[in-house]
């Protein structure tokens, strides 16, 4: 089976730094995609990490421990249109690699 | 290249009746999947079809059903309908590769009466 548990709601300023957090247990663990929905909208793709370490991509990196199971998406610089939900998935070994994805974390940008 | 798309986008039913929800991947995809997205439970996955043959299943009742066509594009039907299916419901598609990306539709929201 699998488990993904990531905050429910984040709410910050604009300009600062925000890390939201995915944790995860997952058998045969492949690995893990990070994706922003806004509100009525479909969900987009920000990053993809299998291996361990850090991947920067202008102002959202991400960052995966697979010994932790552990991942976070680190936002720089918010702004007010980053106020969205970040949906962690993770993908298994075998079969077709489908993601499942946790329930989201809703971040709430201030001005 | 054309992205997910997905008709209708909006969709009110009555408790019994039967709906189908169209999804057309982007061009050059073969796996295309159904998410349902409530509040409640986030993106749950329905099933995932690849070349004409279901080859993932989630966990929902025999009610929900899919097929997909030659030209990759996928129907998904919702018999015998109840209040808890009022959802939005999304379609993903991806290339062969397993490392692929999934690129969803915008949506179905489906309303339930």
């Known amino acids: 089976g699998q488990n993904i548990d990531q905050p429910t709601e984040m709410t910050a300023t604009e300009g600062a730094i925000v890390q939201i957090n995915c944790t995860y247990q997952?058998?045969?663990?492949?690995?893990l995609f990070w994706y922003q929905q806004h509100a009525g909208e479909a969900p987009t793709f920000l990053s993809y990490?299998?291996?361990?370490g850090l991947e920067e991509k202008g102002r959202f990196s991400s960052f995966l421990s697979r010994s932790k199971g552990y991942s976070y998406l680190l936002l720089k610089e918010l702004q007010m249109k980053d106020s969205a939900s970040y949906l962690c998935?993770?993908?298994?070994?075998?079969?077709?690699?489908?993601?499942?994805f946790g329930r989201g974390t809703s971040l709430i940008v201030h001005p | 290249k054309a992205g997910v798309t997905q008709t209708p986008r909006y969709l009110i039913k009555t408790r019994g009746q039967q709906v189908t929800l169209s999804c057309s991947p982007i061009?050059?995809?073969?796996?295309v999947s159904w998410y349902q997205q409530t509040p409640g439970q986030g993106l749950q996955f329905l099933f995932e079809y690849f070349s004409e043959t279901q080859r993932n299943k989630g966990n929902f009742p025999g009610r929900f059903s899919g097929r997909q066509f030659s030209n990759s594009r996928s129907e998904m039907n919702v018999s015998t309908l109840e209040l808890g299916d009022s959802a939005l419901y999304l379609c993903?598609?991806?290339?062969?590769?397993?490392?692929?990306?999934?690129?969803f539709g915008p949506g179905t929201r489906l309303t339930v009466l």
């Open positions: 990490n299998v291996l361990d």
């Open positions: 997952t058998s045969g663990f492949n690995g």
């Open positions: 061009s050059g995809h073969r796996s």
């Open positions: 998935a993770v993908t298994r070994e075998g079969g077709s690699y489908i993601p499942t």
């Open positions: 993903a598609s991806k290339g062969s590769s397993s490392t692929d990306t999934q690129y």
